[in-house]
């Protein structure tokens, strides 16, 4: 199978079920045409994964969507869930050894470290909005400006 473009319109269902790799990288970048050719040949080594490019020049907003600061920068998923991302081009044995750890994942137990995750992380977003609360609601009664915090 050969490598498919990715788009802020495709995401989400191209992610949703099976191993897939991501690829972000620009047409001026130099490590990301080396990586071009180990991504392709490994993506025909592995018919049953898809492998996905964003083109982040064209795909700013998916891009920014992953907070991209470096090109190459491999992302992948497993049955929806975010298990390995990082910037830099990965050489075909290392790649090869990212695909048999992705391969291997209990996912069961990947499952429930995420849901742990999202769940502190919404658990810290919920304490953070009442804190703003509290200090804008001290703010009215000092007749401060609320706008100020």
């Known amino acids: 199978m050969s490598t498919q473009a990715l788009t802020l319109e495709t995401h989400d269902d191209t992610v949703k079920d099976g191993i897939v790799l991501i690829d972000f990288w620009a047409d001026w970048c130099g490590p990301c045409k080396q990586f ?8 025909e080594a592995h018919e049953d994964i898809t492998f996905t490019k964003v083109d982040t020049e064209d795909q700013q907003q998916l891009a920014a969507r ?15 869930i975010p298990v390995f991302g990082q910037p830099g081009a990965l050489p075909a044995p290392a790649l090869e050894q990212l ?24 658990a810290k977003q919920q304490a953070q909005a009442a804190q703003a609360q509290a200090a804008q609601r001290q703010g009215v009664r000092a007749g401060t400006d609320p706008a100020a915090f």
């Open 99 to 122: 695909i048999e750890q992705v391969r291997s994942l209990d996912m069961d137990q990947v499952k429930r470290q995420y849901a742990q995750a999202l769940e502190q992380e919404q």
């Open 36 to 43: 071009a050719p180990v991504f392709e040949q490994a993506s």
């Open 66 to 80: 992953y907070g991209i600061t470096s090109i190459p920068t491999l992302v992948a998923y497993r049955d929806g």
